[in-house]
């Protein structure tokens, strides 16, 4: 899969991922990020990308020129299956479409900034619009960090243990169960006895028992869903 994200900021996107998995999965060949500095599409001779918004509004518009230069471009060379912007306007992200976004080819994801994009490249080139929750942040380019990170982990073969992505907390609209290590005890503090037994069976049964109990208690609209799922 390849990612294509266009930004104002590259440098907010150099560490997420530079490391760990997200790093491994690019130096296995299973992802591609590409980080594009959207200046290098202005022919601005100042490099700009904003400008005052028509109308009365206060504050900068990203432009439509550098925006439509860097999609074209990207798009001379190949298909991409979804044209990205980060909005707090856009659907909120979440399992069901991080999953939907991890089996597609090739996205570009647009970081939103300044009060908004001209309306034009909304209309004609973005295909999705997402926004990682109810709350405005400076920039889109966490939210992207977010959407990537959240989207690499589940190609297949990025996470060495493939189940362990399926059995994720949101993956079937449950929360994930406690996890115990070593020491079994610790300063009176016990492990609960039937992780100890070795029965796999009643392992298991107690794992999905507490999910169930759990999201009841922490996250009752996710076991609303369970229910209905
Ligand atoms: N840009 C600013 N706030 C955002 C949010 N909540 N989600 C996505 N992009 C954003």
């Known amino acids: 899969m390849r990612i294509d994200i266009i930004t104002v ?56 020129q550098p925006i439509e230069k860097a999609i074209e471009s990207l798009k001379a060379k190949r298909n991409y299956n979804e ?12 399992q069901k479409e991080a999953n939907n976004l991890s089996m597609m080819g090739n996205i570009i994801i647009l970081c939103g900034h300044y009060k908004g994009i001209d309306q034009r490249i909304r209309d004609f080139y973005i295909t999705k619009e997402i926004s990682v929750g109810d709350y405005v942040l400076t920039g889109g380019e966490l939210a992207a960090a977010i959407i990537t990170d959240a989207v690499v982990r589940l190609i297949p073969g990025v996470l060495s243990d493939e189940t362990s992505a399926l059995t994720d907390s949101f993956q079937d609209n449950l929360l994930s169960p406690p996890v115990y290590t070593r020491p079994a005890e610790y300063k009176g503090m016990k492990v609960p006895e039937i992780l100890l037994s070795g029965n796999d069976k009643l392992v298991d049964d107690w794992k999905q028992e507490q999910a169930i109990e759990r999201t009841k208690e922490l996250r009752p609209d996710l076991y609303k869903k369970y229910l209905e799922d």
């Open 83 to 94: 044209i990205i912007f980060t909005t707090p306007d856009g659907g909120v992200f979440n």
């Open 9 to 64: 900021l590259p440098e907010i996107l150099e560490s997420p991922f530079s490391h760990s998995i997200i790093k491994r999965a690019q130096e296995k060949g299973l992802a591609e990020i590409h980080i594009h500095n959207l200046r290098d599409f202005s022919d601005d001779k100042h490099r700009r990308v904003d400008d005052y918004s028509f109308g009365k509004g206060a504050g900068m518009v990203m432009a439509i």
